[in-house]
C-alpha cells in the first residue's frame, strides 16, 4: 500500500489522516504529502489503520499522538490531562502584558499555562498547582523535556499556597454545566477539568472568593471562561472587590478571559 492509498482509505479528516500516517510511519507531514507514492510496510499500516480506528471512535488526535503543540511548546498528553485549547492561549497572552516576578498557574494539567509563562518570562518565580497526581505527573514531564523550572503543588486550587502572595493568578478551571449538550463531544478528556456544577461557575466561585488574599498590592487575577459566562465572572470579581474588572475576547470574538486586580 502507498501513502496514497491509506490516506484515500482512511475515513477520517484528510489533514488528521496525514498527522497519524506521519506518526505511524515516521516520515515528516511534509513527505507524506510532497511523496503519495512512498509504499508503506506492513508494519506502518497496521499501526496506521490502528490510530485511524480509534479516531474514528472519537478519540482525538492529540491522545492518539501523545503531545499537542501550545504557545511553540509541543507538550505530552494524556487521558489525566486536558488537551490545550488554542483559545487559552489569550491567557498567556495577556499575563504577558503584566508586570510580575511571581504567578501561579491553578489547576495547571499539562502545565501548558505555567510552561509558556516560564519560557517568556526566564527570570519570574512560577508555581503550578494540580489537584490531580496524576495530572501533575504529565506537567512536571513537560517540564523536564523543555528544561523549565516551575514549583509544582499538589492540591485543590489555592489550599497549598498557604501565606504566600502572587503578583498574577492564572487558571483555566472547569467552566461546563452539568447536563452540558457538548460533553458528549468530549468523554475522551477527564470529565473533572471539564465540568463544575450546574451552571460551570462552581469552580470559578471559588477562585474569586479566595484568590484576593493571596495577591500581592496590585496583583492580577485572570480566569478562562466559557461562552455566555462572561458578565457572571465579572460579577463575581467584582464582588469579590477586584478592580478593573473586564473580559477579553479571543480571536472568534468571543468573551474568554476575564480579570481584575486588587487594589
Not at 489522516?17 to 515528516?28: P, T
Amino acid at each position: 500500500m502507498t501513502i496514497e492509498q491509506a490516506l484515500r482509505t482512511a475515513a477520517v479528516d484528510t489533514r488528521e489522516a496525514r498527522l497519524l500516517l506521519a506518526a505511524a510511519s515516521g516520515f515528516s507531514e511534509a513527505s507524506v504529502v510532497a511523496y503519495p507514492e512512498r509504499s508503506l510496510t506492513e508494519e506502518t499500516e497496521a499501526r496506521f489503520r490502528s490510530y485511524i480506528e480509534r479516531r474514528s471512535r472519537g478519540e482525538p488526535v492529540a491522545y492518539i499522538l501523545g503531545r499537542k503543540e501550545f504557545y511553540g511548546l509541543e507538550l505530552a498528553v494524556n487521558p489525566a490531562v486536558l488537551i490545550p485549547r488554542p483559545e487559552t492561549e489569550l491567557l498567556v497572552e495577556l499575563a504577558l502584558q503584566r508586570a510580575f516576578s511571581s504567578v501561579v498557574d491553578l489547576g495547571t494539567g499539562s502545565g501548558a499555562i505555567a510552561l509558556a509563562i516560564k519560557r517568556q518570562r526566564p527570570q519570574a518565580r512560577v508555581v503550578a498547582v494540580e489537584a490531580s497526581a496524576a495530572a501533575l505527573a504529565v506537567a512536571q514531564r513537560n517540564a523536564v523535556k523543555h528544561g523549565l523550572e516551575i514549583d509544582f503543588r499538589h492540591g485543590r486550587w489555592l489550599e497549598p499556597l498557604a501565606g504566600e502572595r502572587f503578583d498574577l493568578i492564572l487558571a483555566n478551571p472547569p467552566y461546563v454545566a452539568e447536563g452540558d449538550a457538548h460533553l458528549g463531544d468530549l468523554v475522551f478528556e477527564p470529565r473533572g477539568a471539564l465540568v463544575s456544577g450546574p451552571d460551570g461557575l462552581d469552580a470559578i466561585r471559588e477562585i474569586t472568593r479566595e484568590a484576593p488574599r493571596y495577591l500581592s498590592p496590585g496583583g492580577w487575577l485572570l480566569l478562562e471562561h466559557g461562552m455566555g459566562q462572561a458578565g457572571h465572572v465579572c460579577a463575581l470579581l467584582s464582588q469579590a472587590g477586584l478592580e478593573e474588572v473586564d473580559s477579553c475576547p479571543d480571536l472568534a470574538r468571543i468573551p474568554r478571559v476575564a480579570g481584575g486586580k486588587v487594589k
